[in-house]
Each structure stands twice: as structure tokens, then as C-alpha cells.
């Protein structure tokens, strides 16, 4: 796989961006208006890398509760999400090629845990979350991306993801584990930022230290008042 070196400080911000810029408007709804809202975040928070977010706008089109298993698989590989995916990368590809472009998508196990209520899932669920996945992938992938970033909350789900990993070695894509839980390293994947590299909710409230370890994963809480989080941001760099 392409192991690209990786911003000293992965900032995703995706969900305070939706806060403090659009009133909590979700600006995936209008893909015309991508490169704007990625230009306006990335002038606010210098992110390291031009990261769509697909696990966060997931939400937005299935909250969690409303759909069951096949539903959800139904909703990964057909092609309103998978059109919603693609027309943001296609708006933002190329808009800023000072970072690299980034998708964000959720692991089988977090998808399971949060949109399914399922906290130890089978691993037949795992296995028909992950294949949909990789069609997500395979139906989006524009050679403009250079990370594909995968959420995850299960540790031991990450090594049902070989099909996902052999596309996007296909790809030549740089693939990077976010999972607290993770190992220092994982089969397939690049990079991991595990609990010695992922900022701790606590950090933007002053109870808890940032990690030591670079490069790390910052994920800014939606509801963090602005001026602190430049601060704390600038503490971080």
C-alpha cells in the first residue's frame, strides 16, 4: 500500500464546521457548496489533510435506531448514498491541492454499534457491513483521494476488513485506522491512531492531557466554543 506521510496533526472538524459556519446546516446536502465549506474550514482550523466526512453526514441520512441491518446494507450500496459520496469528492477534488484529499467512512463495528444498536455483533453482520463498504469504495474512488480514513470502534473488527484493504491497495490509496482500542499496528492498514495518538474528549475541557505521540487525531466537539478551540488547537502544534 501507499504509506504518504501523514500531517503532524490530523484535525477533523467536520461536525464544529457544520456548527459554527452553517448554523448546523449539513453542507453535504449541496455539493456545489463542498469546496466553499472545506475552503472556509481549512482556513479556520489548518486540518492537515481536505477530509470529506462520510461517517459524519452517514448520520444525517440514517439516524441511529431508524434502520435495521438490511437496511443499512441497503443504504450503503444503493446509489443515493453512494451518489451523495461521489459528488462530494467530485466538488472537492483538485479545489485545494496544497493538502491532500481525504474520505472518512465508519468501520463495520462502529456502524453496527451506532446505527444498529448492536454492541457485539456477529461476525456475519461485520462481514456484510464491511463488503458494503468496500462497495462504497469501489463506487466513488476518484484518483484525486490519497487517504482513506476508517472510524472504528472494535478493535478486533478491523481484520474483517481485507476486501476493503485490497481495494484500496488497488487504489494505491493510504489507509488509516482512527479506533482507540487498536494496536500500535494493524494488518493492512498504514497508519493507526490508537489511544496514544488520539487527542482525549477531556483535552478540549481541561481534564485530560493531549498524547505525546505525533503524529496524532484531533476530533473537535461540535459544541466547543470557538475561541477556545483555536487555543487548544494552537496548543496542540
Given at each position: ?6 500531517p503532524?496533526?490530523?484535525?477533523s472538524?467536520?461536525a464544529y464546521g457544520r456548527?459554527v459556519l452553517?448554523g448546523g446546516d ?15 474550514l481549512g ?6 489533510a481536505?477530509d470529506?466526512d462520510?461517517?459524519?453526514?452517514l448520520a ?10 438490511d437496511?443499512l446494507?441497503?443504504?450503503?450500496e444503493g446509489d443515493?448514498f453512494q ?13 485545494n ?5 481525504a ?15 448492536e ?11 464491511a ?10 474512488y476518484?484518483?484525486?483521494l490519497?487517504?482513506?480514513v ?10 474483517l476488513?481485507e476486501?476493503l484493504v ?5 487504489y494505491?490509496?493510504?489507509l ?8 500500535d ?8 491512531y490508537?489511544h496514544?495518538?488520539i487527542?482525549?474528549?477531556?483535552y478540549w ?7 505525546a505521540a ?10 466547543l466554543n ?5 487555543e ?6
Amino acid at each position: 500500500m501507499s504509506a504518504r506521510e501523514l500531517p503532524p496533526l490530523w484535525v477533523s472538524g467536520f461536525a464544529y464546521g457544520r456548527r459554527v459556519l452553517r448554523g448546523g446546516d449539513d453542507p453535504w446536502e449541496q455539493p456545489a457548496s463542498l469546496p466553499m465549506f472545506q475552503r472556509e474550514l481549512g482556513d479556520l482550523l489548518s486540518p492537515g489533510a481536505e477530509d470529506l466526512d462520510a461517517d459524519a453526514t452517514l448520520a444525517g441520512v440514517a439516524p441511529a435506531g431508524t434502520v435495521d441491518a438490511d437496511d443499512l446494507v441497503d443504504l450503503l450500496e444503493g446509489d443515493g448514498f453512494q451518489s451523495r459520496v461521489a459528488d462530494a469528492i467530485g466538488a472537492v477534488a483538485g479545489s485545494n491541492p496544497s493538502r491532500p484529499l481525504a474520505l472518512t467512512l465508519p468501520g463495520a463495528g462502529r456502524l453496527a454499534r451506532r446505527y444498529l444498536g448492536e454492541d457485539a455483533p456477529d461476525e456475519d453482520l461485520l462481514d456484510d457491513l464491511a463488503m458494503a463498504l468496500t462497495q462504497v469504495l469501489r463506487a466513488v474512488y476518484r484518483s484525486e483521494l490519497a487517504f482513506l480514513v476508517l472510524r472504528e470502534d472494535d478493535p478486533a473488527a478491523l481484520a474483517l476488513h481485507e476486501p476493503l484493504v485490497n481495494v484500496a491497495a488497488h487504489y494505491d490509496l493510504s489507509l488509516c485506522a482512527v479506533c482507540p482500542d487498536a494496536p500500535d499496528t494493524v494488518e493492512g492498514f498504514d497508519h493507526v491512531y490508537n489511544h496514544d495518538r488520539i487527542v482525549p474528549a477531556g483535552y478540549w475541557t481541561g481534564a485530560a492531557e493531549a498524547p505525546a505521540a505525533s503524529p496524532a487525531y484531533a476530533e473537535l466537539p461540535a459544541d466547543l466554543n470557538p475561541e477556545s478551540a483555536l487555543e487548544k488547537l494552537a496548543a496542540l502544534r
